[in-house]
């Protein structure tokens, strides 16, 4: 392949447009978005759907013991590998995962349709359960890297109660699938993502194109305040050991805390829950969800330190107790430069205005740093929101990302 017939090569836009508002239609909610969670029937259902895509398109179609859902082209030495995933949070969007995924599609049925020659393997990649409705984030990428605990398959509840198991007794995979799906990756090349940026940067400094060389690290905790419930009427402001105020008061100097320690940094209270969640009561027990990231190490492990510490302290001050156990856990990357140079050349000569730029959201890409040089593409979401029914693009922002990731996927195939 030459350079200057790759540069002549774009992506079918109408088609790919076609694809992402069909694959929108299911899951569709009565609430206007889209609620598609691994292995749900409209999980199942979709997954059928893009089959049918992979295969139309002359790709070689594969499925993993994960359910993780690739297609290939075939080539010589390591695997270039974009994609992202499917499934969505409950009431989400059309955009969050699906462009990742049906981008990828559209770049390789593009090289195929074309003939154009790729010395390197190329696929794309659909995995599975990316947003955490199952048993933590990230099932499918972390079970393409071998790093899921069966433990945590045979015992864990989903969010909504139900034993995973049980989930995976409606669906063609098991908990042994699972834990063996990584012996069938190919070894990797790169791995790209194309993702919304689920942010209001882009937006603000007019750029189409954001080339992310920072990925946040999380950790999310389940959390517990313990006191004593009491009459709301009869029992005295001094002598209660009022668990939501505990969690009132730590939310607010947590918040501080990283504000001003580790500015840029992340945390959030996400999910409440009151015991006995009644009127006239006292709050004897408060649990709730505690999110907190970072793009810095140092931060994070700071954050780790002192966050159960504050909790202590203010638990002895109210007469409560304090526990909490960690859920998720990812650490901060740095995206080779490698990567990020070689999309900047790319949107100078595709004329596209871009800046680098950290996520603070977790991805695939994040996970697949550990086997190979792994980056992603930003595009624009309208205000910054996601995971809504109101999420939305500028679809010139998309085509313009994924004739990017075409120009990308074909260069780091013929390195």
């Known amino acids: 392949m030459k350079k200057e017939e790759a540069m002549g090569l774009t ?31 409209a999980d199942l259902e979709a997954r059928a759907w893009l089959k049918c895509r992979i295969e139309d398109a002359g790709l070689a179609y ?56 790729h010395r390197r393997p190329l696929e794309m990649a659909s995995f599975t359960d990316e947003e955490g409705n199952l048993v933590g984030d990230f099932l499918g990428s972390r079970a393409f890297l071998g790093h899921l605990d069966r433990k945590l398959l045979e015992e864990g509840k989903t969010p909504f109660g139900l034993f995973f198991r049980d989930v995976l ?23 790209l993502e194309i993702h919304i940026e689920q942010g209001s940067v882009l937006e603000t400094d007019d750029r189409t194109i954001g080339i992310v060389d920072r990925i946040a690290g999380k950790n999310y905790w389940l959390c517990r305040f313990s006191g004593r419930a009491g009459h709301a009427g009869t029992t005295p402001f001094e002598l209660r050991q009022d668990a939501f105020l505990g969690l009132a008061d730590f939310a607010l100097k947590s ?3 990283v504000a001003t320690e580790h500015y840029g940094s992340m945390l959030t209270v996400g999910r409440v829950f009151t015991h006995p969640g009644v009127f006239s009561i006292v709050p004897g027990r408060t649990d709730f969800t505690l999110d907190f990231r970072s793009t810095s190490v140092e931060a994070l492990r700071d954050m ?61 890409a994040q996970l697949l740093t ?3 040089d792994a980056g992603m593409i930003f595009i624009p979401c309208e205000d910054g929101i996601s995971h809504s029914p109101e999420e939305n693009i500028d679809w010139d922002d998309l085509e313009k990302g994924a004739n990017l990731l075409l120009r990308a996927m074909l260069r780091l195939a013929n390195e």
């Open 169 to 191: 007794a409606e669906t063609e995979f098991t908990i042994d699938g699972i834990l063996e799906a990584h012996l069938s990756r190919p070894e990797l090349e790169a791995f």
């Open 62 to 117: 594969r499925c993993d013991g994960a359910g993780n859902i690739f297609g290939r082209l075939d080539g010589e030495g390591k695997t270039v590998m974009s994609g992202s995933h499917i499934d969505t949070v409950i009431n989400g969007g059309r955009f969050d995962g699906s462009i990742g995924v049906l981008t990828a599609l559209e770049c390789c049925r593009r090289i195929k349709e074309e003939g154009f020659a």
């Open 370 to 372: 550990e086997l190979t």
């Open 304 to 364: 780790e330190k002192q966050l159960p510490r504050m909790a202590e302290d203010i638990a002895v001050t109210r007469g409560l107790r304090f526990t909490m156990s960690p859920v998720d856990r990812t650490e901060p990357v740095v995206i080779p430069s490698r990567i990020t140079d070689l999309l900047e050349e790319e949107c100078g000569a595709l004329g596209y205005a871009c800046m680098r730029m950290p996520s603070g959201a977790g991805h695939d």
């Open 255 to 257: 918040t501080h805390y």
């Open 11 to 41: 992506v079918n836009f109408d088609r790919l447009k076609k694809d992402i508002l069909e694959l929108a239609c299911f899951g569709s909610d009565p609430q206007g978005g889209i609620s598609r969670p691994s292995f749900s029937p």
